[in-house]
């Protein structure tokens, strides 16, 4: 089982022209970069469960709903009667995806650190405003830290939004601090400027790999031991970006998984060619989310060989 933990939260995604009083139309979608990485793996048929503080409101509801149906497990998700997170999204015209945070004093931010993760959890996955936001972020970072001691593997997508950061410097200090307990690093491009540093430098501190996406420019990943593979995109129209990146921490995980690679000696296993499959097939799968309105991964039948 892979235990994707971190927030859950509402999209208000644009929706079409606005009424007369000039305010665009917002349409309320299931999000948030953990969520839409559970319900990803959930999709592709890999037993998940999400690890997560979730409202008691109706939007919260409807996120357990979501997960239910992707076959998640629920079992790690705690409840408050906190408010949801919103994020407001604003989609530019090549697709891409900006967003405003309302996250004070929502669900997410009481996060409690739990007990041990089940036995049969092979990875742990976090990242985005979960690993930001205090005081949840302190429990989520104890998280990462216990169960790598226990010899879970970890991947993390910090997935930043500078806009929920206070101190830039600080966070950055924080990300590195993780890096000795991550096996497998995935971050954008966009990420990797603000953060500052290389793959090469980041891979030298701890992670056997660091995948990089870079949009209409495919995706890469270098290896702690100098090697680096890449691949296309894949071409789609574009309707917005939101929910490709976790789409692509998913297909990775699920692609590790079934190769038997969700450990620092089998991703050092990997050769160009393993590499190649798995990268494309993570391009493909974020390609059909970047196909659609909103966070809304692929199926496994969608990315089967035709």
Known sequence: MIVVAGEALIDLVPGGPGGDDGLPALLPRRGGGPYNTAVALGRLGTPAAFCSRVSTDGFGEALLDGLRAAGVDLSLVQRGPEPTTL?????????????????????????????PLPDETLALCLGTCSLALEPGASAYEALLRREARRGVFILLDPNVRPGVIPDAAAYRERFRSWLPDVRLLKLSAEDAEWLGGSPADW????????????????????????????????RV???????????????????????????????????????????????????????????????AAELAPS
């Open 87 to 115: 994020a407001v999204a604003a989609v530019g015209a090549d697709g891409s995806a900006g967003y405003g945070f309302y996250a004070g004093g929502t669900a997410d931010r009481l996060f409690a650190l739990p007990g």
């Open 203 to 234: 891979a030298a501190r701890g992670p056997e790999a660091v995948v990089v996406t870079r949009g209409g420019e495919g995706m890469s990943v270098h290896t702690r031991d100098g090697r680096t593979y890449a691949v296309p995109a894949e």
């Open 237 to 299: 129209e574009v309707r917005d970006t939101i929910g490709a990146g976790d789409t692509v921490n998913a297909a990775l995980l699920h692609r590790l998984a079934a190769a038997g690679a969700l450990s620092p000696a089998g991703l050092a296993d990997l050769d160009a060619a393993a590499w190649t499959a798995i990268l494309s097939f993570a391009a493909r799968a974020a390609a059909l989310t970047c196909a659609r309105t909103g966070a809304e991964p692929p199926y």
